[in-house]
């Protein structure tokens, strides 16, 4: 797929996460810094959404929720639903997170109901999908992806509006990094499945990121994989290095 025309994609998702004082310093390295023609969008905790989506207004990078839930409104304390995220001028939404799933007990059906609501909504969603080391150590990782991948396929109207971000949760955190063949083997193992069960087309134009310690010292190896469209990181999002992931396909 190298030579493809997909738009480079960096997300960053800085969990639980920040304050005013250190937002503040994030975004003032992250709007002065060269992006290049890459497409950044920033995940705060909820409590900061609007704070970061005004420090970030005009600057061409874009805020995220880390969460929302399937329905409008209702008796969902804690919760916040796509109607909101739109409301205070946001577009997009990360689901499905490995934490998401294993400290949280979200299963496949209740994710697959959230991106479907949150696309309906009219938000973009990151829809995250990864398998955990033991199920990579029983050779269980495309049967767990396309498990995932399966459970959302038939809810998706527009991939337009999807980036898809393969997780290996036993990189997450850990500093353990799939290998950029490693890496590029999944992708290349989902765009086929998607071009059977989706189309050809889809397979071809959906972004497939990756996630799992992505570093500035890994990004431009991992970068050079022809199904690798960018990043969805973690804890290098919080910090000045993040900018050299964001600019890991310049030379």
């Known amino acids: 797929m190298a030579g493809n025309n997909r738009k480079f994609f960096v997300g960053g998702n800085w969990k639980m996460n920040g304050s005013k004082d250190s937002i503040n310093e994030i975004c003032g390295w992250l709007t002065a810094g060269d992006r290049g023609d890459t497409e950044v969008v920033v995940g705060p905790p909820t409590a900061y959404l609007g704070y970061v989506q005004e420090k970030l207004a005009g600057s061409g990078v874009y805020a995220a929720a880390q969460n929302c839930y399937k329905v ?3 008796a969902f304390t804690g919760e916040i639903s796509p109607a909101m995220i739109k409301d205070i001028g946001l577009e997009w939404v990360i689901l499905g997170h490995s934490e998401r799933r294993n400290v949280f007990g979200e299963s496949d059906e209740l994710i697959a109901e959230k991106i479907e609501h949150a696309l309906a909504e009219g938000l973009k969603v990151i829809a995250c999908i990864g398998e955990k080391l033991e199920e990579r150590e029983a050779g269980k990782t495309e049967e767990v992806v396309f498990r995932q991948t399966k459970a959302f396929k038939d809810k998706v109207k527009d991939w337009g509006k999807v980036v898809l971000a393969y997780e290996p949760v036993w990189a997450i955190g850990t500093g353990k990094v799939a290998t ?3 890496a590029q083997e999944v992708h290349a193992s989902l765009r086929t499945w998607l071009s059977e069960n989706v189309s050809p087309a889809v397979a071809n134009s959906l972004r497939i990121i990756y996630g799992g310690s992505v570093s500035a010292s890994n990004c431009k190896e991992l970068a050079t994989q022809g199904d ?3 990043f969805l ?5 919080l910090k000045p290095d993040f900018v050299k992931i964001i600019n890991a396909r310049k030379s």
Not at 233 to 237: P, R, T
Request: glycine share 28%; hydrophobic share 20%.
């Open 72 to 74: 409008p409104k209702g």
């Open 233 to 237: 990181v973690g804890g290098a999002s």
């Open 180 to 182: 950029p063949q490693q």
């Open 228 to 230: 690798i469209d960018g």
